[in-house]
Structure formats: structure tokens, C-alpha cells
């Protein structure tokens, strides 16, 4: 029974984790982590499994995030969230899928630990004050003032969502049919003036060390990238809820790029190639709230 209860919520816990980490592997040894401790603890007197185990996932992902958050410090070149594949029926859940967008965790990335967890719980998963309190160990009052802060700091920062999921698959065919092609006004197009191109190599691999602001300079790099890489494949792919593309070269999967879409134009695309991070682009996530 154990093992079906935990399973009936692994969804939500990974999520969970997966908001508050910004990375697909921490959130799954931090689910792994949480079903250990509910394998050892007093079932019997536990009311509501999913507050409790909401509760064992946030205090592990609390304390890995404190750990993480060092090394992100000695990154190299931008860091972006570990992109994941998402089942297409997410885009039925608008809430669920602007919380896992690249935009919405790079506004969750500005907020301290704690912040972040209160805010996930609460605005994503809408988790009650108490149960969020015990979560985080602070006191309900407390808890609620950290609330309307982290609320009102991501409000000032929340990225546009101007069209919706068909709108924006749209855009991205038309951007990956133009970038395929070498349709250099295809592109001029489908990218916003002051479009960021973000792309995150870890070092490890080759990328721009900072960001790129301009639909001219964004060009540039795009011709570049293109000419180096001609064989490369970009497919369609739901990637952290919305549109998205996969970058394939030499058989294997090289990067995938998300995008925040404004005005029926792409305001930014966010490219992560770092193979630490593309290891998981294999099956969609399934994600629960």
C-alpha cells in the first residue's frame, strides 16, 4: 500500500522538485530521497499522504537547492534550467505549464530558496498556509508575509503570455522551418527586434558566454551556429509546456531550445546544450499538481 500511495502522487512530487531545483536530475534523486524517509516513517498516523509527502519532497529539494546553488555560482556562461520533454495534454493546464516554462524558472531562479518553495506550494500546488509553514519551518504568519513577496517579485517580472499554445506552435514551425532551410528573411520575421538568445553550454561544450540581445546580432549567431552545424536536425518537441524544438547532430540529441512569445514574435529563445542537461531528452515527464 505504501508503495501505491507513493506512486499515485510520484507525479506531483517530482514537480514539486523539479520547480523548486530547476533540474531534472536533482528532482528525481530528491524523489528517490523522499520515498526513502516515507518508507521510514509512521504510516499509520499519517492523514493526508499528499501534504505529507509535499512536505518530505520540498525539505529535500530545499536542502539540495542550498547545495546547488554554490556551484551555479562557478558557472560557466549562463545557466539555464535542465529542459525536459512534457506530454502534450499539459497545455490543458495553463497554470502547470507556465510554471515549468524556461521564463517562469528563470523568475523562480531571482527569488531566495525559501521564497521559491513558499511561492510553488502555494501558487502552483495551492497548498494551505499551514501545511506550507511545516514544510518550510517557519511560522504560519510568516509564512504568508514570504508569500505576498515572492508573489508580488515574480508579478514584477512574469513574462507576457500573449497567444496561446496553438499560436505559439505556430510561431516555433515557422521559426524551425526557416532556420531549417536557411530562410534568412524567414527568420528576420518570426524574431522580435530586441529578441535574448540564451544558450547554456556548461563550458562543456560550445555557446555564447553571455547573452545576445538584437534581432541583428541574434541573426549573426544563428548563421553561425547553422554553418557550423549543417547536418543538424531541429524537430518539434512539447519541451517545459509549451513549443519547443530538439537539436539532433551526428545521431544523438545535441540541445533543445524553448522560447517565450510575444506578439506573435519570439522575444526569447533559450538553447541549452550542455550534455549534462540533455541526457533526460528521452520520454515526456509526467508532471501532476
Not at 524537430?235 to 517545459?240: G, L, Y
Amino acid at each position: 500500500m505504501s508503495a501505491d500511495e507513493f506512486s499515485a502522487h510520484r507525479g506531483l512530487l517530482f514537480t514539486i522538485a523539479y520547480e523548486i531545483l530547476g533540474s531534472v536530475s536533482d528532482a528525481e534523486d530528491v524523489v528517490q530521497d523522499s520515498w526513502i524517509r516515507w518508507n521510514d516513517a509512521d504510516q499509520g498516523s499519517v492523514h493526508d499522504v499528499r501534504a505529507y509527502l509535499a512536505r518530505i519532497v520540498t525539505r529535500q529539494a530545499l536542502n539540495r537547492l542550498r547545495t546547488v546553488s554554490r556551484r551555479r555560482e562557478d558557472y560557466v556562461g549562463p545557466w539555464l534550467p535542465e529542459p525536459m520533454l512534457t506530454a502534450p495534454d499539459i497545455a490543458d493546464d495553463a497554470v502547470l505549464a507556465e510554471s515549468v516554462s524556461t521564463a517562469m524558472m528563470l523568475v523562480l531562479e531571482t527569488l531566495g530558496p525559501v521564497e521559491r518553495a513558499v511561492f510553488v506550494m502555494r501558487e502552483v500546488f495551492a497548498f494551505s498556509y499551514e501545511e506550507i509553514a511545516d514544510a518550510v519551518d517557519r511560522r504560519t504568519d510568516a509564512v504568508r508575509q514570504i508569500a505576498r513577496r515572492a508573489r508580488e517579485h515574480v508579478a514584477a517580472r512574469r513574462p507576457r503570455r500573449e497567444v496561446g499554445s496553438r499560436e505559439a506552435a505556430e510561431v516555433v514551425e515557422r521559426f524551425r522551418v526557416a532556420a531549417s532551410t536557411g530562410d534568412v528573411q524567414g527568420l528576420v520575421d518570426v524574431l522580435a527586434p530586441d529578441v535574448v538568445f540564451l544558450s547554456d553550454g556548461g563550458g562543456k561544450v560550445t555557446a555564447a558566454r553571455r547573452p545576445v540581445v538584437g534581432v541583428e546580432r541574434v541573426m549573426r549567431l544563428l548563421e553561425g551556429l547553422l554553418s557550423q552545424y549543417p547536418d543538424s536536425v531541429l524537430r518539434s518537441a512539447m519541451v517545459n509546456g509549451g513549443a519547443g524544438l530538439t537539436v539532433h547532430a551526428e545521431g544523438r540529441i545535441d540541445g533543445a531550445v524553448t522560447f517565450a512569445i510575444e506578439s506573435g514574435r519570439i522575444a526569447a529563445a533559450y538553447y541549452v546544450r550542455n550534455p549534462e542537461k540533455t541526457a533526460h531528452l528521452t520520454d515526456p515527464r509526467a508532471l501532476a499538481r
